[in-house]
């Protein structure tokens, strides 16, 4: 029998909480949600029914609904370690995430299960992992925001709880409080070890996100940003992931371009000024203390091999209570990244680039926020490889207002 036809709604629902290092907030975009049956962490979600499109709806408090308090543990040999996953070498890591799959069949793990699970100690021929969900026995808030409206049909009701929970949350509070001895672990050669200069020598005029995606990121960016404001772009190129200068009579907002190559930022229509420069070579920026509002470095962070330095002069070249906003994807030219960031699962790198403000001791009130779920344009041209939009992580801090 095929269900009568009610009012669905697409929505972005969102998970907040926090630790002693960051303030955290997962943004899932949710289509076909029935505010009629459907559930999330328990919560019904009538109250979505007639709410105002694009207001937030807070939903109440929740937790990891499988969470015992009790730690389950997997221990397995050294000899059972694969040295690759679909193709990409991992090695065992105290502190890191890795999917159940790895050791499918062992403690009723199938085939196929990417549920994360922390790798808690190598001793000797054996590894031994927490198998506790991320966010177990961590209190978490929920919002919801209607962002449309339509009629259609669903089978049945659903709890989205572990949808929003899972494969992720959590994972990037441990790196992002871990001490440096583990950080210095972490690989940050590259395959390719030549001058960045030449890689960057002719202009690459690519797309690092869908339109979609871009849009998010601009509308993050707009957050952040007031008129008449002194911007940073670190890492320009010839996208601009600002958005249009308003048409009002407000003072404008100069925008100084660094980048690699002067070709793509003179193609960059939102730089009011361009420098070339190489800051892996030479760090120090070419500014005066406290010469800006807002740093913005957006999905280049991975080709950074000497973060603590760039991350403590972008802090002396902003103003008191000025912020350094970090956004990343999952596109990027190998040869030029950091080895681990291959590695990494996707939450472990906003753990690692946390940890690149806390490290540098200048940096206060620390945030990561993720969006995930929203559909790709049809038009893309990785349409088919999978429909829904490039992810988005950010993660920002704040100059002290008051400097020793």
């Known amino acids: ?16 909480w926090r630790d002693t290092n960051a303030a955290y907030r997962e943004r899932r975009f949710i289509p076909n949600v029935d505010p009629e049956r459907d559930r999330i962490g328990g919560y ?4 979505l029914a007639d709410a105002p499109i694009d207001q937030i709806v807070s939903i109440g408090e929740s937790h990891w609904a499988t969470a015992t308090g009790t730690s389950l543990r997997l221990t397995v040999s050294r000899a059972a370690w694969p040295d690759s996953l679909a193709g990409q070498r991992i090695e065992p890591r105290a502190g890191r995430w890795y999917p159940r799959q790895l050791f499918a069949g062992q403690s009723g793990i199938t085939a196929g299960d990417r549920t994360p699970m922390q790798l808690v100690s190598v001793i000797d021929d054996a590894i031994e992992f927490d198998l506790t969900p991320p966010l177990a026995s961590i209190p978490f808030a929920l919002d919801a925001t209607v962002r449309g409206r339509h009629i259609g049909s669903v089978s049945e009701s659903r709890e989205f709880l572990p949808q929003l929970t899972g494969n992720g949350p959590g994972m990037q509070s441990i790196l992002a409080g871990a001490p440096t001895h583990v ?3 972490l690989d940050l050669t590259r395959t390719d070890e030549s001058a960045d200069t030449l890689f960057y020598a002719q202009p690459r005029f690519v797309d690092h996100l869908d339109s979609i995606a871009l849009d998010q990121l601009q509308n993050l960016h707009s957050r952040f940003l007031s008129p008449a404001m002194q911007v940073l772009d670190l890492m320009a190129s010839g996208n ?3 958005p249009a200068e308003p048409t009002t009579d407000s003072a404008p907002i100069n925008i100084t371009g660094l980048g ?8 960059n229509p939102r730089l009011s000024s361009r420098i070339v420069q190489d800051i892996n070579r ?5 500014f005066a203390d406290a010469s800006f509002d807002l740093a913005l470095c957006a999905l280049s962070v991975e080709y950074l091999v000497r973060p603590g330095d760039i991350f403590r002069e972008v802090a002396r070249v902003l103003k008191p209570g000025g912020k350094f906003v970090v956004t990343v994807s999952e596109r990027w ?13 996707p939450f472990e790198r906003m753990g690692l680039v946390l940890s690149h403000f806390r490290h540098s001791g200048q940096f206060v009130d620390l945030h990561a926020e993720s969006l995930r779920g929203l559909p790709r344009p049809r038009d893309d041209k990785y349409f088919r490889m999978t429909p829904l939009s490039d992810p988005l992580y950010a993660m920002w801090g704040s100059a002290p207002k008051s400097r020793r």
């Open 1 to 16: 029998m095929v269900p009568a036809p009610v009012q669905l709604l697409n929505v972005e629902f969102s998970l907040r």
């Open 44 to 47: 019904s979600l009538t109250l």
């Open 183 to 185: 950080l210095e672990d």
């Open 240 to 242: 601009s992931h600002l």
């Open 260 to 267: 690699m190559n002067a070709a793509e930022l003179a193609g």
């Open 282 to 286: 030479c760090p120090a920026l070419p």
């Open 333 to 345: 030219f190998p040869p030029k990244a950091i080895r681990c960031w291959a590695e990494l699962h």
